[in-house]
Structure formats: C-alpha cells, structure tokens
C-alpha cells in the first residue's frame, strides 16, 4: 500500500551545522504534510506544516521543503544544537480528510560536540 | 507540557490482567486518539474520537477497549494482552477531526509479561 518513509534511520551532524532530513512520500492524493519531533521519553512534538499548494515554508531554524513532482519532503534545521537531537517524523494527511495522520518511521537525528 | 496528560508513565502487567491507561486534555479540543508505537515501526492510530463519539476503529484487537466519557478525558482498557502489544501508547488531541496540529502526551509505557 501507498505510505509515507524515511530515506535514512540515523543522521549525525556536527553541532552548528546545517541539517537535513528527507521524506518519501507515494501518495500523490496527499496534500498536507507534517514534521514532528519526538525526543527521548516524551511524546511527538509539532515541527512545522506544509500545505500541497506550497513549496517552501520556513519557521524559528527551521525550513519543510515540498517537492510534489517526484513527492519528496525534507526537514531543514539551521545552525543544529544540542537540544535538536530527536527522532524527526514526517507525517501526511490525504485528500480524503483521515482521521489521523500516516506517519513515517522517524530519523535519529544525532548532534556530535 | 503540551496539555495532554497522560497516566501511568510506566505500566507492567501479566497477561490475565486488567488495567487502564488515561489521557486527560485541557486544551479544549474536540478530537482525541490513541497511538501505538512500537520500536522500528511507525506510529499507528488506533482510535479516533471526535465530540465523544468514536470515528475510527483502526482494526485494533477487542482486547483493547476505549472509553471517552466527555471531551477532556479518553481511556484506553486493557484485558488479557499479549506480550507483543508492549509498546508506547500515545494519546493525542486535535481541535478538529481532521488534524491540524496534533498534541502529544509522553506516552505511557507498556510491558506486557
């Protein structure tokens, strides 16, 4: 079936450094995306959104990128801290309104010294 | 803190055992849900209840049985579970039925013996 994915399950990254995390999605149906950031031992934590009718939105670090061409999204974190490391999810919602969202399997977003 | 309580933290228990696990939202949102995460998989949405009425089923085995007696509170009951159904479950809430931005508890962590 179609579903959302992660290219890499782990990304380490040198503290100020750019990051940048990918998602696959295959539901060309799919028109609002999501990133969430869980950290260890606490619930998902809402990121940034993205509608299908824009290709860039930036927030506080942050920027989600939308390609709807070959349906890829990507999370990019600027000058990475400390406090990012997390496993990041993208999630979608279809066109068709779920009632919950189709979440990838994460990346572990690591922060070396 | 996201607004999304959730009890216990921590929960073991034997198979022919019955328990409860508790979410309470004081965010005045409409939707409630139940997440399992389990290691290496996605998050799955379980239930879904929108104005106390429940929306979604997700194919989730009659050994769990939720419960969302006002808007605030859900109840996710537990009966005679198997050793594979230890995992992280998550409430979360929304404004609306169709998810803008999901709020999170920390998840209360189950391990069944």
């Known amino acids: 079936g179609e579903s959302v994915g992660l290219h890499l399950p782990t990304l380490s990254v040198q503290e100020g450094d750019n990051s940048i995390i990918n998602c696959a999605y295959s539901?060309?149906?799919?028109?609002?995306f999501i990133w969430y950031k869980q950290e260890s031992g606490k619930g998902p934590q809402f990121i940034i959104d993205i509608r299908s009718n824009m290709d860039k939105r930036q927030g506080q670090r942050v920027t989600v990128l939308l390609n709807k061409t070959v349906k890829h999204l990507s999370l990019q974190i600027a000058a990475t801290q400390p406090g990012d490391s997390a496993v990041y999810f993208c999630?979608?919602?279809?066109?068709?309104?779920?009632?919950?969202?189709?979440f990838g399997k994460g990346t572990h977003l690591i922060i070396q010294p | 803190e996201t607004g999304v309580t959730q009890t216990p933290r921590h929960l073991v228990m034997g198979m022919t055992n019955k328990k409860s696990l508790k979410c309470e939202q004081h965010l005045g949102h409409n939707a409630m849900y139940w997440y399992k995460q389990s290691a290496k998989k996605p998050l799955e949405l379980m239930f879904v209840y929108n104005f106390k009425e429940q929306t979604e089923n997700n194919s989730v085995p009659s050994r769990f049985s939720p419960e969302c007696p006002n808007s605030s509170h859900l109840f996710l009951h537990l009966h005679t579970l198997q050793p594979e159904d230890s995992a992280l479950y998550l409430c979360?809430?929304?404004?609306?039925?169709?998810?803008?931005?999901?709020?999170f508890g920390e998840g209360s962590r189950l391990t069944v013996l």
């Open positions: 539901n060309s149906a799919s028109d609002y």
């Open positions: 999630a979608e919602v279809s066109g068709g309104g779920a009632d919950g969202l189709t």
């Open positions: 979360a809430s929304s404004q609306d039925r169709v998810p803008g931005e999901l709020f």
